[in-house]
């Protein structure tokens, strides 16, 4: 999944580009708004967590784009493309490096 920060720095193309040169093969691919439930399911190892409440708010805050990919190992590289899910820790090159600042384009018209 590419998830709203992703979508919203246009990265989808990059992202699908680098596990495409690793020689994986898109199968299927959709542009979706998350919804609540969806999230929670999806994430509920992590509810116990302290940042579960922020990771929910996050994931349902924008689009993001799901995808199947075909492959040998597809996850386990995967995972080494994307890289450490704080981006601080992130390492050069990674889709993750530099985005530690990022800001959703929704956050200053969403009112509660």
Same mark, same amino acid.
């Given at each position: ?42 994430? %509920?190892?992590?509810? $116990? ?7 929910? !708010?996050? =994931? ?5 784009? &799901? ?16 890289? %450490?899910?704080?981006? $601080? ?7 993750? !490096?530099? =985005? ?5 384009? &929704? ?6």
């Amino acid at each position: 999944m590419i998830k709203p920060d992703g979508v919203q720095r246009n990265l989808v193309r990059e992202i699908i580009g680098r596990f495409e040169k690793k020689g994986f093969t898109l199968k299927g691919l959709k542009l979706i708004t998350v919804d609540s439930a969806f999230a929670e399911r999806h994430y %509920a190892d992590l509810s $116990a967590k302290p940042f579960f409440n922020g990771l929910m !708010e996050y =994931i349902v805050s924008e689009p993001v784009v &799901a995808m199947v990919w075909e492959g040998k190992n597809v996850v386990a590289t995967g995972r080494k493309i994307i890289r %450490a899910t704080n981006p $601080a820790e992130s390492a050069p090159g990674t889709i993750r !490096e530099g =985005i530690a600042e990022w800001k959703s384009s &929704a956050h200053h018209w969403i009112y509660e």
